[in-house]
T-cell receptor, first 115, second 115 residues
Framework: AQSVTQPDIHITVSEGASLELRCNYS??????LFWYVQSPGQGLQLLLK??????LVQGIKGFEAEFKRSQSSFNLRKPSVHWSDAAEYFC?????????????FGTGTKLQVIP | DARVTQTPRHKVTEMGQEVTMRCQPI?????VFWYRQTMMQGLELLAY????????DSGMPKDRFSAEMPDATLATLKIQPSEPRDSAVYFC?????????????FGDGTRLSIL
């Protein structure tokens, strides 16, 4: 079975600074990887996804993530954080299991942006 | 943009009462998921439908929870009788799951408080 670890529960960055949110996964084959963002009072919104091909994927809102098979990681990055990026971020891994899809979400990382 | 619609957005009721939460998936999506989110447990998958048939409801307390999909445009999650520990945000998500690489699209959730 697959699993996802987001080691940082809470991160604080200054507006304009760069950001990297960590995600490690466990799965025997090539996984399907997702990053979602959740703003207060809202559902999860897809930021980006990785299926195959180029290991650096671009998403919405200026985010990107890099798949590193050797490290079992899929870290999310943004070169310059805006105050509106304050939210909770979830990494997820999808895989086929018993003939149907199963997606496992990490526990999330809360991002605080300070002026 | 097509959206997953959940109603009601907020529900406050006394323990022992029946609670019904509704979800309208994105038109054309053949898979519906119900999640529960709490501070303590994070995001938990409760149930999973594909082409209106329940595929996996192992995450749901069977004695009081039930999930149905009477037609392709409506999914329901019922709690009877409700208990204070059921207080949480309940999310519905829909997707196309013909291949194991399609993201889920989330509604904005129902915030449930059981007094």
């Amino acid at each position: 079975a697959q699993s996802v670890t987001q080691p940082d529960i809470h991160i604080t960055v200054s507006e304009g600074a760069s950001l990297e949110l960590r995600c490690n996964y466990s799965y025997g084959a090539t996984p399907y990887l997702f990053w979602y963002v959740q703003s207060p009072g809202q559902g999860l919104q897809l930021l980006l996804k990785y299926f195959s091909g180029d290991t650096l994927v671009q998403g919405i809102k200026g985010f990107e993530a890099e798949f590193k098979r050797s490290q079992s990681s899929f870290n999310l990055r943004k070169p310059s954080v805006h105050w509106s990026d304050a939210a909770e971020y979830f990494c997820a891994v999808g895989a086929s299991s018993g003939g149907y899809q199963k997606v496992t979400f990490g526990t999330g990382t809360k991002l605080q942006v300070i002026p | 943009d097509a959206r997953v619609t959940q109603t009601p957005r907020h529900k406050v009721t006394e323990m022992g009462q029946e609670v019904t939460m509704r979800c309208q998936p994105i038109l054309g999506h053949n898979t519906v998921f119900w999640y529960r989110q709490t501070m303590m447990q994070g995001l938990e998958l409760l149930a999973y439908f594909r082409n209106r048939a329940p595929l996996d409801d192992s995450g749901m307390p069977k004695d009081r929870f039930s999930a149905e999909m009477p037609d392709a445009t409506l999914a329901t999650l019922k709690i009877q009788p409700s208990e204070p520990r059921d207080s949480a945000v309940y999310f519905c998500a829909s997707g196309l799951w013909d291949r194991a690489n399609q993201p889920q699209h989330f509604g904005d959730g129902t915030r449930l408080s059981i007094l």
